[in-house]
């Protein structure tokens, strides 16, 4: 069976976007395993900021910038500058998502009393609460890396110009709004901080429960 001449770059995008992909993702891991063991702490039982968490909104803003940058220059039709910057967008996001994996570990750790391997109570304050709302914003920000990344594909096939542009601003957008959420996560873990609603736990009854029914005398 034949291939159609308009399916074979078709096919040759898919692969391309699957090997960057891929590799994008293995790296933001590998950065992730290293970030582990250099910024790793003991657990805390209080919502402190992970210092990852700071270096991570660097890359955030400097990837809104940068692909902020290729959605303009793309509509000015400088291409080879497009190119660049939508590069800079993928290392950048690259790099946010591995130092991100480094400070949701950090929040896991924090669910976790020291010394103990495995928690012995839900926690409801302000830890629970944010690494929640952290893992949720890194999963839909993996999608935008991966969106950043089929636009590189596509601009790599000369793809876009001044007139056909769309993608690459609604990528762009996408990511601004990822990073405004980003800024209400980190709004709300300071005031959990500055209010003192902590790491509350609700003890569970099935760990270090006392009988109420009075013992029986032997006979």
Do not use: K
Not at 80 to 107: D, H, M, N, P
Not at 110 to 139: D, I, Y
Not at 170 to 187: D, E, K
């Amino acid at each position: 069976m034949s291939i159609s001449p308009s399916a074979r770059p078709r096919s040759l995008l898919a692969r391309r976007f699957f090997v960057l992909s891929s590799g994008l993702l293995a790296a933001a891991v590998l950065i992730a395993m290293v970030g582990i063991g250099w910024l790793g702490h003991a657990p805390s039982d209080r919502s402190v900021m992970p210092i990852a968490f700071g270096i991570s909104t660097v890359f955030l803003f400097a990837g809104s910038v940068t692909l902020q940058r290729a959605a303009w220059l793309v509509r000015v039709q400088q291409l080879e500058s497009f190119r660049r910057w939508l590069i800079l967008s993928l290392t950048a996001g690259t790099l946010f998502v591995g130092v991100q994996i480094c400070g949701l570990w950090r929040l896991t750790q924090n669910q976790t009393r020291p010394g103990q391997s495995l928690p012995e109570s839900a926690e409801t304050g302000a830890n629970a609460f944010v690494a929640m709302a952290a893992g949720m914003h890194g999963v839909h920000f993996v999608i935008a890396l991966l969106f950043v990344a089929w636009i590189t594909v596509n601009a790599f096939a000369n793809r876009y110009d001044h007139e056909y542009s769309g993608g690459v601003t609604f990528c762009a957008w996408f990511w601004h709004t990822l990073g405004i959420a980003w800024l209400v996560i980190l709004a709300l873990f300071a005031a959990g901080a500055v209010t003192g609603f902590e790491a509350i736990s609700v003890p569970d009854p099935n760990v270090g429960h006392v009988s109420n029914v009075p013992a029986t005398s032997p006979s």
